[in-house]
């Protein structure tokens, strides 16, 4: 029993492909149309080919730009799916494209028994040597037996979301028993001749260590008398990338390609460490060229914001349709607001320039989760407590602009005329914690006693959590020598006790 994949058929070069949601539907033919095939003659996925239905050959002509006829990801599903992740680099998987307007009547311009087929180009970006054509009696068993094949797709009910069918290549009629190997009986009288015409074979195979291979699509139309034996017409290429796109270029086409900056603008956190920007390809995808990317300061500064590139060239490999370049993004200390710079591309190789040449990336700085800041430039403070003892300074400190999450903040002694570790209690540098939804936090001093008064200064350093140094970051602690309630000093009394002196 024929097995079916769960995709829906692809479309026509031109047309939208059907999303994977479609319904189940009947798979037909018509002639004229040309099927994408593809078989593994070893290992995984060797008793079942992968067909799908390209539509009719007048889609694919020799005039026109380059153009996808599969989006991305579709093939690549399915080959994955029977063939496994490493399709694209096993030398054992094959594809073509093949087709035939019949036997007895013409498709347009195409006279019956015009046959497409491709041939693989040994040297991708190096067109093939075409198929010759042949007499009208030639060509018409290969006809028939591309008909065959044609027929053994037709009218086979996929299940639903299904673009294409997988066959087993014990059907009669399958792909695999007309291709080289085969051994299952066909129309034709021996298996496993590639259409018996095509020596040795209309495939090719991802063994040359590109991305996918390169197809050259042949038009032959039936000849007679002199012009039996003459090359055929390269109407145009079929590249396969390793991301399961599916490109067309005409023949008109090919041997150009554009790269292109693939967006006008790109943003990028400023902790994300680095931002990629994407190049793309359009055109003919056969072939390798060079690119040079450039970046140049805008509101961002090369070597404060970002790391400057200055003409570093960007390599293309055949079949390679875009390139991520890195851009390593600089973190900056405290908050600066959004700042950009701009990329370019420049002195392209063996390509020309797109119409998007540049773009700007805006290094987005996140706002601060808060600001940290004492609650006064100066605090007011008595030597001494109410009951005579030394004074503890509780210092407050707050934090404004959002209270999510804990944040941290350092506080150290910075200057002032009382020494640390004399005149008040050995205060070392200190973390302040903010609890989360907490807007207030202290900081303690504690006195030693005081013969006179003076001051501290404190300093705020290293917020956390996202927070940051608010205005005042500083503030003076000025300690006066009398507490104010009694209006003299106990210290002098103390001093000056039996004189009957009063200070």
Request: proline share 4%; aromatic share 8%.
């Amino acid at each position: 029993m024929k097995k079916f994949l769960t995709i829906a058929a692809l479309a026509v070069l031109g047309a939208a492909a059907l999303p994977h949601s479609a319904q189940a539907a009947t798979v037909t033919y018509t002639p004229g149309d040309l099927f994408l095939s593809f078989r593994a003659s070893d290992g995984v996925g060797a008793t079942q080919n992968y067909v799908v239905n390209l539509g009719q050959a007048s889609g694919f002509g020799t005039s026109g730009a380059s153009a996808v006829v599969s989006a991305a990801g579709d093939i690549d599903t399915d080959l994955t799916t029977l063939f496994g992740a490493n399709w694209k680099t096993r030398s054992d998987v094959y594809w073509s494209v093949s087709g035939t307007v019949g036997s007895f009547n013409p498709v347009g311009s195409d006279p019956a028994k015009t046959l497409y087929v491709t041939r693989e180009e040994t040297v991708p970006g190096a067109l093939a040597t075409a198929w010759v054509r042949r007499s009208d009696t030639t060509q018409g068993v290969t006809t028939t037996k591309m008909n065959a094949m044609a027929y053994a797709y037709d009218g086979k009910t996929s299940t639903a979301n299904s673009k294409a069918i997988i066959q087993n290549t014990s059907d009669t009629n399958s792909y695999a028993s007309f291709q080289p190997g085969g051994t299952i009986p066909n129309s034709g009288p021996a298996p496993g001749v590639s259409f018996a015409a095509f020596n040795p074979t209309i495939e090719g195979s991802f063994a040359s260590g590109t991305a996918g291979s390169v197809l050259d699509l042949v038009r032959l139309a039936p000849a007679s008398g002199a012009d039996i034996g003459t090359a055929g017409a390269i109407v145009g290429r079929f590249t396969l990338s390793d991301s399961g796109e599916l490109r067309y270029t005409p023949a008109a086409a090919i041997g150009t390609s554009s790269v292109a900056v693939a967006s006008a603008s790109y943003s990028v956190a400023e902790t994300a460490g680095t931002v990629g920007v994407k190049l793309v390809r359009s055109g003919d995808p056969s072939t390798a060229f060079t690119v040079n990317f450039s970046t140049a300061n805008g509101t961002a500064i090369a070597g404060t914001d970002y790391t400057a590139q200055s003409s570093v060239p960007v390599s293309f490999a055949v079949n390679q349709l875009e390139a991520t370049v890195p851009v390593s993004i600089l973190n900056v200390a405290g908050f600066q607001a959004d700042r950009a710079f701009t990329v370019s591309l420049s002195s392209p190789s063996g390509a020309t320039l797109g119409a998007q040449t540049s773009a700007t990336v805006t290094i987005s700085e996140a706002a601060p989760n808060s600001t940290l800041a004492f609650s006064s430039a100066t605090y007011a403070f008595n030597a001494r407590n109410n009951a005579g003892a030394p004074s503890s300074l509780s210092v407050e400190l707050t934090r404004t602009g959002g209270s999510s999450g804990a944040v941290t903040v350092g506080v150290a002694v910075t200057g002032g005329t009382l020494v640390n570790g004399t005149d008040y209690q050995t205060y070392n540098p200190t973390t302040v914690t903010f609890a989360d939804g907490a807007t207030t936090a202290t900081t303690t001093i504690q006195l030693n006693a005081l013969g006179g008064g003076g001051s501290i200064v404190l300093g705020l350093s290293n917020p956390t959590g996202g927070a940051v140094l608010g205005a005042t970051s500083t503030a003076t602690l000025n300690v006066a020598a009398f507490p104010g309630f009694l209006g003299f000093s106990v210290a002098a009394l103390q001093a000056n006790e039996g004189t009957g002196d009063v200070v």
